[in-house]
């Protein structure tokens, strides 16, 4: 009986290590990291922009699943540190709700990417579902903004080599990060910091939420303190420069 129930365990956590293989890459092939992507540009290209990350310690702040309420709070925040942000918009409930919020970010220089109409998991949908989860998204930034996302971050990070194919076709480089908060799941600010610094790392993308309570009022210390560290904040695209994320690839520190 003993055996039997042992095997069962063993099996149970097996099943459960391939399912988080499944939501992430599982079957994903050639994730390109920040500083990979600097090395695959032209010898003669220069940097654009205030920041080369080749020589400074770079560090990407990056918010999913917005805009939302708090976010021009968010917004406020950043433009007093002088920090530009990522933000990967969600289409249905955020965007069509917050259509100035969206022109807002635009106009402060923050880069502005898509995460999908509903957050559905991509590798769960046939190629006419994923490009009705992008498109409209795409066309109602391209409205607000005058231009279209050239990113995209697949929910939960669920990406194959399938779906490389569609978003190259749709013009749209994948995002994934270095190290989550997982503040959805908690409203403590404290461990959301802790989480941030714990995990970062030069060429690091930090994947945060602002529309859960904790996150926004962690923002602070998670800037000032990896400054003191000697980082500098960058949008995901500098982070890559003088490379430029390419359609369909996926991009990972």
């Known amino acids: 009986m003993r055996t039997t129930?042992?095997?069962?365990?063993r099996a149970a956590a097996a099943l459960a290590v391939a399912a988080v293989s499944v939501?992430?890459?599982?079957?994903?092939n050639n994730v390109i990291s920040p500083a990979d992507a600097r090395a695959q540009a032209p010898e003669d290209a220069e940097v654009t922009g205030p920041v080369d990350c080749r020589v400074a310690k770079c560090v990407a702040l990056t918010?999913?699943?917005g805009p939302s309420e708090p976010t021009p709070k968010l917004l406020d925040l950043l433009e007093r540190e002088n920090v530009h942000a990522t933000f990967f918009?969600?289409?249905?409930?955020?965007?069509?709700?917050?259509?100035?919020?969206?022109?807002?970010?635009?106009r402060e220089g923050h880069e502005i990417a898509n995460h999908t109409l509903t957050h559905k998991n991509l590798k769960e949908l046939n190629d006419d579902e994923v490009r009705a989860e992008l498109l409209p998204v795409q066309r109602d930034i391209a409205r607000l903004t005058g231009h279209a996302p050239e990113l995209m971050r697949p929910p939960g990070g669920a990406t194959d080599d399938d779906l490389k194919k569609t978003m190259k076709d749709l013009g749209l480089a994948q995002i994934l990060w270095s190290v989550t908060a997982k503040d959805y799941a908690t409203t403590d600010t404290a461990l959301i910091e802790k989480r941030v610094l714990d995990g970062a790392k030069r060429d690091g993308i930090i994947l945060l939420h602002?529309?859960?309570?904790?996150?926004i009022p962690a923002v602070p210390d998670i800037i000032r303190k990896l400054r003191d560290q000697e980082y500098t904040f960058v949008t995901v695209s500098q982070l890559m420069a003088?490379?430029?994320?390419?359609?369909?690839?996926?991009?990972?520190p």
């Open 5 to 9: 129930t042992l095997r069962a365990v």
């Open 23 to 28: 939501t992430g890459c599982s079957t994903l």
């Open 63 to 65: 918010f999913d699943g």
């Open 89 to 106: 918009l969600q289409g249905k409930g955020h965007v069509d709700t917050f259509p100035d919020t969206v022109r807002r970010m635009a």
């Open 210 to 215: 602002e529309r859960y309570a904790g996150t």
């Open 242 to 252: 003088p490379a430029k994320p390419q359609p369909g690839e996926v991009y990972r």
